[in-house]
């Protein structure tokens, strides 16, 4: 079952913070965090594990609810740069078959401005 | 170290004809994944190799795509006959390590267009 993400769109001034989140109904073994600027290929930023273990870029900060199997991403001190598309996607299975295999919400449309 | 490409960027193709997408992995990545954003929904999995193998095609739409991953280096995507739902954009990711948890990287993409 699909993520939901929220908010579906945030529009800051450089500079500013924003918290984007991704929840699911179901339990989840991980949620990854990936940025797209258009006509580019999505961007990794970070994985969360079940567990707390987590991968990815330094400078980017993310927490994950294992009870709640909600996801944040935050993002401070935003950039120009940071604009773009926040999609997550949620793993749900530990092994088997379908490791890797990820459910994606629809996405955050983020727009940083001068 | 060369990222995740595909061919085409771009394709427009009429209904009932056939396309064939190719995605080349990172060097030395096992797992080759695809997926498919349809305009204003979420992207989708399609299916998973492991080196050459099928690990998991539960989302393939139906018997008109057809992936293959000969030697399990580059992959290819076939769509026979295409249909006008099948536009979208396909994208490719790869990933190293045989096991839950581990970060994919994702292509361009290809764009695609059934008219």
């Known amino acids: 079952q699909q993520p939901v993400q929220s908010p579906q769109a945030v529009i800051l001034r450089e500079g500013e913070d924003a918290v984007i989140n991704c929840s699911s109904s179901?339990?989840?073994?991980?949620v990854h965090w990936y940025r797209q600027k258009h006509g580019e290929a999505p961007v990794f930023l970070m994985i969360l594990l079940k567990g707390g273990e987590q991968k990815g870029h330094e400078k980017i900060s993310a927490s994950f609810n294992e009870k709640k199997q909600q996801s944040s991403l935050y993002l401070t001190a935003s950039q120009l740069s940071y604009s773009g598309t926040y999609f997550c996607g949620t793993e749900g299975n530990a092994g088997g078959t379908s490791y890797g295999k990820l459910t994606f919400g629809q996405g955050t449309i983020l727009t940083v401005h001068p | 170290e060369a990222g995740v490409t595909q061919f085409p960027s771009h394709s427009v193709i009429e209904k009932g004809q056939t396309v064939t997408l190719r995605c080349d992995p990172i060097s030395g990545h096992d797992n080759l994944y695809w997926y498919r954003r349809v305009m204003g929904k979420e992207i989708k999995f399609l299916l998973h190799?492991?080196?050459?193998?099928?690990?998991?095609e539960s989302g393939m739409p139906n018997n008109r795509f057809l992936a293959e991953r000969t030697g399990g280096t580059y992959s290819t995507l076939k769509v026979q006959p295409a249909e006008l739902e099948d536009s979208g954009v396909y994208f490719c990711?790869?990933?190293?390590?045989?096991?839950?948890?581990?970060?994919?990287?994702f292509g361009p993409g290809t764009r695609l267009t059934v008219t």
């Open positions: 190799f492991v080196k050459e193998s099928k690990q998991d």
């Open positions: 179901k339990a989840l073994y991980s």
């Open positions: 990711a790869s990933s190293q390590d045989a096991t839950t948890g581990n970060e994919q990287y």
